[in-house]
C-alpha cells in the first residue's frame, strides 16, 4: 500500500535557526496536510495545501511557517526562527480529494527538538 | 468550531478482556467520524470511518465503531483484544460541506494489553 514519507525522523536544531521538514505525499493524491503533536498533547491542524495554494491554516501557522510544494512529489514545511515550543512530532498527510469520502493518510512524522 | 474528547486517558486491560473507547465530539453541524491508531513507532493509520448510512461502522482487526448522533459519541468496540491491539488511538472528526477539511483529534487513549 502507497505511503507517505516524510523525512528526517527526527531533527535537532537551535533555536533561532530556520528549519524544513520534508514529505512525500501519495503519488496520485492532491490535498496536503501538516499537523503537530506537542508531547503530552492532542494532534493539532496547522495547514491544508491544494492546488499550489493553502486553502486553511490555524492560528498556529503565523508567519513563522510556510509551505511549499517545489516540485512534482514534495511538499515542505519551513519553519523561520524556530522557537523552544515548536518542538513537537511534526505529522504530514495526504488525500486524494477533499472531504466526504477521502481519509488522510499520515506519515510516519518527524520529531523536532529545538535546543 | 469542532471540538472532540476522549475521556479515557489510559486504559489497561488483559487478553480477550472487551474493549470500548469513548468518543464524543461537539459540532453543530454534520460531521464526518473517524479512529486512527498509532501502534509503538509507527504512524497514525485508519482503523475505521463513518460518513452516512449505517451507523455500525466495521474497521480493520475486527473493531467496530457506533455513531449515536443524539449523544454525538462516536465509540470505539472491539470483543477481544489481543496483546498486538496494544497502540493509541485517537478520535477525530472533520465537518461535512465545509470549506476546510482539516481533522480535529481528540487527545487519545493509550491502550496496554496484558498477554
Known amino acids: 500500500e502507497p505511503e507517505v514519507t516524510q523525512t528526517p525522523s527526527h531533527q535537532v536544531t537551535q533555536m533561532g535557526q530556520e528549519v524544513i521538514l520534508r514529505c512525500v505525499p501519495i503519488s496520485n493524491h492532491l490535498y496536503f496536510y501538516w499537523y503537530r503533536q506537542i508531547l503530552g498533547q492532542k494532534v493539532e491542524f496547522l495547514v491544508s495545501?491544494?492546488?499550489?495554494?493553502?486553502?486553511?491554516k490555524s492560528e498556529i501557522f503565523d508567519d513563522q511557517f510556510s509551505v511549499e510544494r517545489p516540485d512534482g512529489s514534495n511538499f515542505t514545511l519551513k519553519i523561520r526562527s524556530t522557537k523552544l515550543e515548536d518542538s513537537a512530532m511534526y505529522f504530514c498527510?495526504?488525500?486524494?480529494?477533499?472531504?466526504?469520502?477521502?481519509?488522510?493518510?499520515f506519515g510516519d512524522g518527524t520529531r523536532l527538538s529545538i535546543l | 468550531a469542532q471540538s472532540v474528547s476522549q475521556h479515557n486517558h489510559h486504559v489497561i486491560l488483559s487478553e480477550a478482556a472487551s474493549l470500548e473507547l469513548g468518543c464524543n465530539y461537539s459540532?453543530?453541524?454534520?460531521?464526518?467520524l473517524f479512529w486512527y491508531v498509532q501502534y509503538p513507532g509507527q504512524h497514525l493509520q485508519l482503523l475505521l470511518k463513518y460518513f452516512s448510512g449505517d451507523p455500525l461502522v466495521k474497521g480493520i482487526k475486527g473493531f467496530e465503531a457506533e455513531f449515536i448522533k443524539s449523544k454525538f459519541s462516536f465509540n470505539l468496540r472491539k470483543p477481544s483484544v489481543q496483546w498486538s491491539d496494544t497502540a493509541e488511538y485517537f478520535c477525530?472528526?472533520?465537518?461535512?460541506?465545509?470549506?476546510?477539511?482539516?481533522?480535529?483529534f481528540g487527545t487519545g487513549t493509550r491502550l496496554a494489553v496484558r498477554p
Open positions: 477525530a472528526v472533520n465537518a461535512r460541506g465545509s470549506s476546510g477539511d482539516k481533522l480535529t
Open positions: 459540532y453543530g453541524g454534520t460531521v464526518n
Open positions: 495545501f491544494y492546488n499550489n495554494e493553502i486553502s486553511e
Open positions: 498527510a495526504s488525500s486524494r480529494d477533499r472531504g466526504s469520502n477521502q481519509p488522510q493518510h
